[in-house]
């Protein structure tokens, strides 16, 4: 089993030294106890007017990017990284978010494989799939890429939409079934709620 370098991993996704908070940007992980499931854990992001909660990665490793909002999951044997990039646009008056901006129409999605091939270098799209993420349908793509001469690396990605941005999902892997199962499973587990 090929391993990711850690040099990989913070070109592929950037890097940063872990933080928890920062403007407009935060972090939790709570812990409950469930009778019939044991420990259950969940991460919530909290942006200006929205909040995300999912299930991160079991044993998987946390890099917190504030500074460009992001999260970025490890597996512990460094085969994959799972990362969240919460992008917001740019609000109608700057610097100021308004409950307004909420209601603005988000644009027009652009096609997931238009997005692989130019931020990946020899990308190829192996597959497009419906998901379910924050309680609605979604496109994922699964392509390949080529990050030095004679390997392939595997990647699974998804946009969702929220009212003043979008949330992408995506896993970077060193063979094709890597991190697919974790990957899958925070998607599906994605939920968002609006805030006053």
Not at 67 to 95: E, M, Q, W
Not at 122 to 144: I, K, M, T
Not at 153 to 173: D, Q, Y
């Amino acid at each position: 089993m090929k391993i990711l370098s850690p040099f990989f991993a913070l070109v592929a996704f950037g890097g940063s030294l872990p933080a928890q908070e920062a403007a407009g940007f935060q972090v939790s992980t709570t812990a409950t106890e469930e009778v019939e499931f044991g420990t259950r854990l969940t991460t919530t992001v909290q942006l200006p007017l929205v909040r995300f909660d999912f299930e991160p990665p079991p044993g998987w490793g946390l890099q917190v990017e504030p500074a460009t909002s992001k999260l970025v999951y490890r597996a512990p044997d460094n085969t994959a990284a799972i990362a969240l990039t919460f992008k917001r646009h740019p609000p109608s008056k700057p610097g100021v978010e308004t409950k307004r901006d909420v209601a603005e129409p988000v644009p027009a999605p652009v096609k997931l494989s238009d997005r692989v091939v130019r931020q990946f270098n020899n990308a190829q799209l192996l597959e497009e799939y419906d998901c379910h993420a924050c309680a609605g349908p979604q496109r994922a793509a699964f392509f390949s890429f080529s990050n030095q001469p004679g390997t392939r690396t595997f990647g699974r990605f998804v946009t969702v939409p929220f009212a003043n941005g979008e949330l992408e999902v995506m896993l970077i892997a060193n063979a094709a079934e890597a991190g697919r199962g974790t990957f899958n499973t925070l998607v599906n587990s994605l939920g968002s709620k609006k805030l006053p």
